[in-house]
């Protein structure tokens, strides 16, 4: 997210120094690969709802997030679509397909408006080569990303859907707590129907373990007490 708190005429709010999420970034926090990459990187915005690539389409690159976030979504065979991972600031996108050489797994689409900085295949491959001690940096991101993978996998297995929508609720508030998430957007999280969170939700605020009253916002009035209803 880049402040503009500064105004003086120098000040270029588009400078990856003076990008606040750099330090997250998995690439942008080593200065000397910042320094490369604000020769190289090339600046798009997203409205939300805009599909940034598609499954199924090869990767010519690596986007990393400015600003905003952005959900990585499949198809399931029966046509119903699930959130994979949902990526903020100084997060990247595409990495795993681009180093697999093979075509993207999930679609990423823009939650939020945002702001994404993307660098070439060729580009971030002579990064890598010149500083190699970006390769352990990934591999730890890619480990933490499938860990999470699986812990969401055994909880969709484990878990009704009042226990996954409960969780999902939890994960979504202490992570993306300025986003208001529809039905829909906590269906594909939780892998369930908006249907089926609709008439959960109806249930959690008649125990008073959130608040629907002002509409589309949810507020979740006891935290402990939905922590203790997502326990399988």
Same mark, same amino acid.
């Given at each position: 997210?880049?402040?503009k708190?500064?105004c003086a005429?120098?000040?270029?709010?588009?400078?990856c120094r003076?990008?606040?999420?750099?330090?997250?970034?998995?690439?942008c926090?080593?200065?000397?690969?910042?320094?490369?990459?604000e020769?190289?990187?090339?600046?798009?915005?997203f409205?939300?709802?805009?599909?940034?690539?598609?499954?199924?389409s090869? =990767?010519?690159g690596?986007?990393? *997030?400015?600003?905003?976030?952005?959900? /990585?979504?499949v %198809? &399931?065979?029966?046509?119903s679509?699930?959130?994979?991972?949902?990526?903020?600031?100084?997060g990247?996108?595409?990495?795993?397909?681009?180093?697999?050489?093979? =075509?993207?797994h999930?679609?990423? *689409?823009?939650?939020?408006?945002?702001? /994404?900085c993307? %660098? &070439?295949?060729?580009?971030?491959?002579?990064i890598?080569?010149?500083?190699p001690?970006?390769?352990?940096?990934?591999?730890?991101?890619?480990?933490k990303?499938l860990?999470l993978?699986?812990e969401?996998?055994a909880?969709q297995?484990?878990?009704?859907?009042?226990?996954r929508?409960?969780?999902a609720l939890?994960?979504l508030?202490?992570?993306f707590?300025?986003?208001?998430?529809?039905?829909?957007?906590?269906?594909?999280?939780?892998?369930?129907?908006?249907?089926?969170?609709?008439?959960?939700?109806a249930?959690?605020?008649k125990?008073g373990?959130?608040?629907q009253?002002?509409g589309?916002?949810?507020?979740?009035?006891?935290?402990?007490?939905?922590?203790?209803?997502?326990?399988?």
């Amino acid at each position: 997210m880049i402040s503009k708190k500064d105004c003086a005429p120098n000040f270029d709010p588009h400078s990856c120094r003076n990008c606040e999420s750099r330090d997250e970034s998995l690439l942008c926090s080593i200065p000397e690969v910042m320094e490369q990459i604000e020769n190289i990187k090339m600046r798009s915005s997203f409205k939300a709802g805009q599909i940034i690539f598609t499954a199924g389409s090869n =990767p010519m690159g690596l986007f990393t *997030i400015q600003a905003g976030l952005v959900k /990585l979504e499949v %198809i &399931s065979a029966n046509g119903s679509a699930h959130t994979l991972r949902i990526v903020g600031p100084g997060g990247a996108l595409g990495y795993r397909s681009l180093f697999a050489q093979e =075509p993207y797994h999930a679609t990423a *689409i823009a939650v939020e408006d945002c702001e /994404l900085c993307f %660098i &070439s295949k060729t580009d971030i491959m002579n990064i890598f080569k010149s500083h190699p001690e970006l390769a352990m940096r990934l591999i730890s991101h890619i480990s933490k990303d499938l860990r999470l993978a699986e812990e969401k996998w055994a909880d969709q297995m484990d878990k009704g859907a009042p226990e996954r929508i409960a969780e999902a609720l939890l994960f979504l508030q202490d992570h993306f707590s300025h986003q208001n998430w529809t039905r829909r957007e906590i269906a594909q999280w939780a892998g369930t129907t908006p249907e089926t969170v609709i008439r959960t939700l109806a249930n959690f605020e008649k125990e008073g373990l959130i608040d629907q009253t002002d509409g589309r916002s949810i507020r979740i009035v006891s935290k402990e007490k939905l922590r203790e209803r997502a326990l399988p």
